[in-house]
């Protein structure tokens, strides 16, 4: 069954791979990306476009912290390829988030490839265009609503050891089903549920990946592990400066310049906004201190 699914979803998993390697490729070439900030906007709003449009609607490619919990299951009980495989689009997905993770964090698929996680950003990105004041989120509040999806997280797997039926109900926390699998139709309940997290993330960017995404939770744990840190900072930030914190999607910098990776989408506007001379304080300073001695 699994080779006759691989068969048919070839053009899927072709398309899949596609935008694995555009996604490798922009990580890889960040350094380059970063000091052009036009760019780094437009293909960010472009591939985010793409993530939501051919991953989530056209693909169904949406991971759940359920595959999370099944993956935690089959380790205890007798792990079986043939039990993932039969999903070439969601394999081929883990696959690429569990390397990515080794290297780049959560981020490569929270703040890239998640449709959802797309949506909502593209949303925010509209509705600040439009005019929408942004809500900041008072550091010491936004640390204490971190619990909510860690909690969401653990309650869903310790749940499944009970009754996997309670804890995939349990799961519907998650809106992707709704706004993805199923493309909004859905008994009006689900929807509204949807609507008012998008809702949220209108005035809150990433209101739903900050403090309710139980996938995000459970992806933050093993990402502890990644070999690499490709996120660069300045003995001066968070002393002498607090601008990338402010720029933060998701508040992930704290307030002494330190990015905290299980929070960290891996979007790249701190390193953006620390490479940009028209906006760091410390570049502007510099520039001005040589050119005094020039």
């Given at each position: 069954l699994w080779r006759q699914a691989w068969r048919d979803k070839r053009p899927a998993v072709a398309a899949v791979g596609a935008m694995l390697v555009v996604l490798t490729l922009?990580?890889?070439?960040?350094?380059?990306?970063?000091?052009?900030?036009?760019?780094?906007?437009?293909?960010?709003?472009?591939?985010?476009?793409?993530?939501?449009l051919i991953l989530g609607i056209g693909l169904n490619g949406q991971l759940s912290v359920v595959q999370v919990v099944a993956f935690v299951h089959a380790l205890l009980t007798g792990f079986r390829w043939e039990t993932f495989l039969i999903e070439p689009v969601?394999?081929?997905?883990?696959?690429?988030?569990?390397?990515?993770?080794?290297?780049?964090?959560?981020?490569?698929?929270?703040?890239?490839?998640?449709p959802f996680g797309a949506l909502q950003e593209l949303t925010n990105i509209a509705a600040q265009r439009l005019g929408v004041r942004q809500i900041a989120v008072p550091q010491a509040l936004h640390e204490r609503l971190w619990?909510?999806?860690?909690?969401?997280?653990?309650?869903?797997?310790?749940?499944?050891?009970?009754?996997?039926?309670?804890?995939?109900?349990?799961?519907e926390a998650e809106p992707f089903k709704t706004a993805i699998s199923l493309r909004m139709v859905r008994a009006w309940p689900f929807v509204a549920f949807v609507l008012g997290l998008l809702g949220a993330g209108l005035v809150?960017?990433?209101?739903?990946?900050?403090?309710?995404?139980?996938l995000g939770a459970g992806l933050a744990l093993p990402a502890k592990l990644k070999v690499f840190d490709w996120l660069k900072r300045r003995p001066q930030c968070g002393r002498e400066c607090r601008?990338?914190?402010?720029?933060?999607?998701?508040?992930?910098?704290?307030?002494?310049?330190?990015?905290?990776?299980?929070?960290?989408?891996?979007?790249?506007?701190?390193?953006?906004?620390?490479?940009?001379?028209?906006?760091?304080?410390?570049?502007?300073?510099?520039?001005?201190v040589e050119g005094t001695l020039q």
């Open positions: 922009i990580l890889f070439a960040q350094e380059w990306i970063i000091r052009r900030p036009g760019l780094w906007r437009r293909g960010r709003a472009i591939y985010l476009a793409a993530a939501f969601i394999f081929t997905l883990w696959g690429f988030v569990a390397l990515g993770m080794l290297f780049w964090g959560r981020g490569v698929w929270c703040g890239w490839l998640c619990v909510i999806k860690y909690t969401l997280f653990v309650a869903i797997l310790a749940l499944s050891f009970y009754s996997m039926h309670d804890a995939i109900l349990l799961a809150i960017e990433r209101f739903y990946c900050r403090y309710v995404c139980a601008l990338c914190e402010t720029k933060c999607t998701v508040g992930a910098i704290d307030a002494i310049g330190r990015i905290n990776a299980n929070e960290c989408v891996l979007c790249l506007r701190c390193q953006v906004t620390m490479n940009d001379a028209g906006q760091c304080p410390v570049l502007k300073r510099r520039a001005r």
